[in-house]
């Protein structure tokens, strides 16, 4: 599998969410966890599929550092979830849609991109953008 076919699994899981956000953690080249926006099913402000995703995978490997392992996701990770990232350790991420993509289109968004909270870290974080950025902004429409 290729970066878009994990990203066609995040898209097809974002559609089951409150808000269409998806994320798949891939190591290895195999997918290892997915996860969908679940914040107001679970009347939980920070239930973003980023962070339900790896609240996931970390209790599932009871451990929780996730150092070797990519995250795919619709929407560029806000500064929570781009928090969350660097404190599970995730090597990679790799997005469609850019905070800026989402404003575009209305979608609340705090401003500030994923790579800025990455490089204020102890971290660093390989980060891939624009991966099916099209096809992610359509899920907003």
């Known amino acids: 599998m290729n970066s878009e076919d994990f990203m066609h699994l995040a898209l097809a899981e974002a ?19 997915i996860g ?6 679970d009347n ?20 929780p550092s996730l150092e070797g392992y990519s995250i795919y996701t619709t ?3 806000c500064p929570m979830c781009a928090t969350a ?14 905070i800026q993509d ?15 909270v990455i490089a204020q870290s102890f971290t660093n974080i390989k980060v891939t953008k624009g ?5 992610c902004l359509e899920l907003f429409k």
Request: contains cysteine.
């Open 102 to 116: 989402l404003i575009s289109v209305n979608q609340s968004q705090i401003n500030i991109s994923c790579e800025e």
């Open 85 to 98: 990232c660097v404190w599970s350790g995730l090597s990679e991420i790799i997005y469609g849609a850019s």
């Open 75 to 77: 929407g560029e990770p």
């Open 131 to 135: 991966v099916l950025k099209k096809e």
């Open 44 to 63: 939980d402000p920070s239930a973003h599929a980023e962070i339900n995703v790896i609240r996931s995978l970390t209790a599932k490997l009871k451990n």
């Open 15 to 33: 559609k089951k969410g409150d808000a269409p956000y998806g994320a798949v953690i891939v190591k290895d080249n195999e997918v290892v966890a």
């Open 36 to 41: 969908h926006n679940t914040v107001k099913r």
